[in-house]
């Protein structure tokens, strides 16, 4: 027999995608914001989905080449043809054919029509694999151009000078998460290079970009600083999702040093009611 909770989880489940994206209606919203503090199962859920969509949203979108592009028009145009109704008589000369009657045919019932999706899904599926294939494994070299402005400079100055395009090389969004998801990877990480991440985390206009920051400074935790400036950086945040995902780190990390920022969030006027219920749990488990 199903207990009230699970009962209740299980029918808040199919809502949290919408709740993360954002566009449940407001009473939806409330009541999944009310369930989220007392439910670890469905906080799991919603931190999984929020970490989807950021990556998501980081990926650019690859422009297929000319060769398949190409390719895909001239088989969809071929497949069109094909379904063109067999028996259409000569149209005629004296009646222009723009003036003739449209027909619509349904794309679930034609077995020709379901070949035609088939090849489309096909011809998108490849160019995701040849997307994913360059980044997995060989990455964006325009990228890792941007990491490379000098061997005698340290690693901070890098950073710091490819993040803010000062070292002439143009950074998009995309370009300083990887570059702060990077930070973390190199053996010479230090107090400087923290800064560095603070200053994204605090200043960054892109929220995506602070929430890459605070995921690295999460990777360096046990370096001085790391999670004093998590709390900190508190009261400066706007984002709710930079926010939460600060609350759950100075949770996490046991900085007990947040909760005067916790509080504060707790009763802000214009955070969230999700921010400021994750905000006053958060308290109690520092407490």
């Given at each position: 027999m199903k207990t009230p909770e699970f009962s209740i989880c299980h029918e808040l489940e199919a809502l949290l995608p919408a709740y993360v994206e954002r566009s449940l209606p407001a009473a939806e919203a409330e009541r999944v914001a009310a369930h989220l503090p007392n439910c670890p199962s469905c906080q799991l859920q919603v931190t999984q989905l929020r970490a989807l969509s950021d990556d998501l949203d980081a990926a650019l979108p690859e422009v297929p080449r000319t060769a398949l592009r190409a390719n895909f028009m001239a088989m969809l145009e071929q497949q069109k043809q094909l379904l063109k109704p067999e028996a259409t008589a000569t149209p005629s000369p004296t009646v222009p054919e723009a003036k003739s009657e449209a027909k619509v045919v349904s794309m679930w019932s034609t077995g020709l029509a379901s070949n035609w999706l088939r090849v489309a899904a096909s011809i998108v599926l490849i160019a995701s694999g040849v997307f994913l294939g360059r980044n997995l494994h060989w990455g964006n070299p325009g990228n890792a151009n941007l990491a490379a402005t000098g061997p005698e400079k340290p690693a901070h100055v890098e950073l710091a000078q490819a993040l803010s395009g000062s070292n002439g090389h143009a950074v998009s969004a995309s370009d300083r998460i990887q570059l702060v998801t990077n930070s973390t990877k190199a053996p010479d990480a230090n107090d400087a290079t923290v800064q560095v991440l603070l200053n994204t985390l605090n200043f960054d206009p892109n929220p995506n970009v602070r929430l890459a920051a605070c995921e690295a400074l999460y990777r360096l935790r046990d370096a001085p600083g790391v999670r004093e400036g998590l709390a900190n950086s508190l009261p400066i945040q706007t984002d709710p999702n930079v926010q939460i995902a600060l609350i759950d780190m100075v949770v996490s990390l046991r900085v007990h040093r947040a909760v005067p920022q916790l509080q504060r969030l707790a009763?802000?006027?214009?955070?969230?009611?999700?921010?400021?219920?994750?905000?006053?749990?958060?308290?109690?488990?520092l407490i």
């Open positions: 009763k802000k006027p214009d955070a969230l009611p999700v921010v400021r219920a994750q905000a006053e749990a958060g308290i109690g488990k």
